[in-house]
């Protein structure tokens, strides 16, 4: 189950890769700025907005400092050099290269564009990777040539990475645009400790920590990010009191994995979530009693491939970074996520929202049409919940999925044409379980909870008419950063898409609502409202209701039934360690 889910998202490692075709023009120095910190440097883009590269937010986590909650960062009385981004976090690296090729055989590309993007790709070479890596970025349009801020303090967008949790990088160029501070905000790109640097649990490593616990640090390592904004953000022209968070697939997790972790509350106060919501992990620390690995076995897999038996927290602190990384397997992996801990997480994100008990902030949360349409071909099994969906046989799909899905499994046969066209049916059942359940979820509770809340369906597809990959997973950040990847296909009604999807963010970072003059009205999502987002496909971009209500009703319930299994450990306060 989690394993599988694990080996869709960590694709995602790929679109770094890609991200290099985008060509980013020269900038200028900049004048030496006074922050909190010390004095910076960093350079002015020909649109004129400042580019502040590689801040630190927190003391490097190696040594004696890895698996252990950030430490503040030092300050410093020399001028910080910031025009080079910071190191990526520990991660596998690679060009996943039978994920390009599906992207770029289902765009419907040329033989030319291939070839391009194919030289592009093998002239990028890998970035530096190291445990140093907790370092964020800051475009802003808010300080005059001479440093100075100009103006009132601006809005002020966080923006989380994805990656599955496992890899991924906020330095990536897709992120790097000017597009969102030309429209008055402060854009701020982060890092995080990723994989078993940022996730690991651990008996020995719980022993040797005063809260009694271990794992989650990668989500400590955001909230340190969140308080260095809170500290020094003013200095770069930007609002304190007016933060939105917002990240994609699983930097959307992270987003509600945020707005349930107590230590974050008044850190930000509004939130965006492009393509994920963690409202349906199931990690515990340990004796989970689900499929769900938790994450004491992810953490005793790894030492055991370290050849470490009964280690203590000194000897893993011991192994070298590349070794860990070495050692790492799909097995081990699927439990570096958010697990209730009950300390930064004392409720699993889906129970925290479902009880009224996390930080609510308006929201805006949605996702694409056809996610899986990259992840289903390598991995053609339609649910999260079990691997032994037959591909032609229609009483063996009913039931295999009956476990899960009670007496609606047949109807959820027939919405999908599972029986018919498997993979088509089973590229839906796959998107719409992983990525639509869950940011409905979100908006419907959110809403109930009395905050505004704002869902969407992004449904545009490539100009290119061969194209067979839809509104996949990650298309829409090209519109959200303004930095189209023109070459994968391009139309003039992308251009106009990109403008308002810009604005309509910009607008609920602003205000918390994402209405404004000359856009279509996006009403709250209330009982079912949506807004499209569409281009290229006949469909215009307006609102909507109910969107694949049926399919997500059925998938919903098999989901929350998975948050009931676990709900008598959620009573429990924390997990003793032996």
């Not at 989500?219 to 968070?245: C, K, M, P």
Request: with cysteine.
């Amino acid at each position: 189950m989690i394993r599988r889910l694990f080996l869709i998202l960590t694709l995602l490692a790929t679109f770094g890769v890609l991200a290099a075709i985008v060509l980013q023009p020269k900038d200028k120095e900049g004048p030496v700025i006074e922050t909190p910190q010390g004095p910076v440097q960093g350079l002015i883009t020909p649109n004129k907005v400042h580019n502040f590269k590689g801040l630190p937010f927190a003391a490097p986590p190696i040594e004696d400092l890895r698996w252990r909650p950030p430490v503040k960062a030092a300050s410093w009385s020399e001028t910080r050099n910031a025009t080079r981004f910071g190191n990526q976090c520990m991660q596998a690296t690679g060009d996943g290269g039978g994920f390009l090729n599906l992207m770029i055989e289902r765009h419907g590309l040329s033989s030319f564009k291939k070839f391009l993007i194919r030289k592009a790709v093998s002239a990028s070479g890998d970035s530096k990777i190291s445990e140093d890596c907790l370092y964020l970025n800051v475009r802003t349009p808010n300080l005059n040539e001479t440093g100075k801020v100009e103006g009132d303090p601006l809005p002020v967008m966080v923006w989380i990475h994805g990656g599955g949790h496992q890899f991924g990088s906020g330095d990536f160029n897709i992120y790097q645009g000017d597009a969102l501070p030309l429209k008055g905000v402060v854009l701020v790109t982060i890092n995080y400790r990723l994989g078993a640097f940022g996730y690991m649990a651990h008996p020995a490593l719980s022993a040797d920590d005063p809260r009694g616990v271990s794992g989650n640090y990668g989500t400590l390592d955001q909230i340190a990010a969140l308080e260095w904004v809170r500290d020094n953000i003013s200095a770069y022209g930007g609002d304190s009191e007016n933060v939105t968070i917002f990240g994609e697939s699983a930097g959307a997790w992270s987003v509600t994995e945020l707005m349930s972790a107590p230590a974050a509350k008044g850190l930000f106060h509004r939130a965006i979530g492009q393509s994920g919501a963690s409202t349906y992990h199931l990690g515990q620390m340990a004796e989970d009693p689900t499929e769900w690995k938790d994450g004491y076995e992810g953490g005793q897999l790894l030492s055991d491939a370290l050849g470490l038996k009964n280690p203590s927290a000194d000897d893993l602190r011991a192994v070298s970074a590349d070794k860990i990384i070495d050692v790492l397997n799909l097995e081990m992996s699927s439990a570096f996520h958010h697990i209730r801990d009950g300390v930064v997480f004392p409720k699993n994100v889906g129970h925290a929202f479902q009880d009224g008990d996390y930080y609510a902030v308006p929201t805006l949360f949605g996702y694409n049409s056809d996610e899986s349409t990259v992840f289903f071909p390598n991995d053609p099994h339609p649910t999260l919940w079990t691997r032994d969906v037959p591909r032609d046989d229609r009483a063996g799909q009913i039931e295999a999925l009956k476990r899960h899905f009670g007496d609606a499994s047949a109807r959820l046969v027939d919405l999908y044409g599972l029986d018919k066209d498997f993979d088509k049916g089973g590229e839906q059942f796959m998107g719409d379980e992983i990525f639509g359940v869950n940011v409905r979820l979100v908006s419907k509770l959110n809403s109930r909870h009395g905050q505004p809340s704002y869902s969407f369906v992004f449904t545009r597809i490539p100009p290119n008419k061969d194209q067979t990959i839809g509104a996949f997973h990650f298309a829409e950040t090209q519109f959200v950063f303004g930095t189209p990847q023109k070459i994968f296909g391009w139309s003039r009604q992308d251009d106009v898409l990109a403008e308002i999807m810009q604005n309509y963010w910009v607008n609920f970072a602003r205000t918390g609502n994402p209405n404004g003059k000359g856009l279509p009205d996006w009403p709250e999502y209330g009982d079912g409202n949506w807004m499209r987002l569409a281009a290229n496909d006949e469909l215009a971009t307006e609102a909507i209701k109910h969107y694949r209500k049926e399919k997500l009703d059925i998938l919903e319930a098999g989901m929350l039934q998975k948050l009931e299994l676990i709900r008598p450990q959620s009573a429990l306060s924390t997990v003793a360690v032996d």
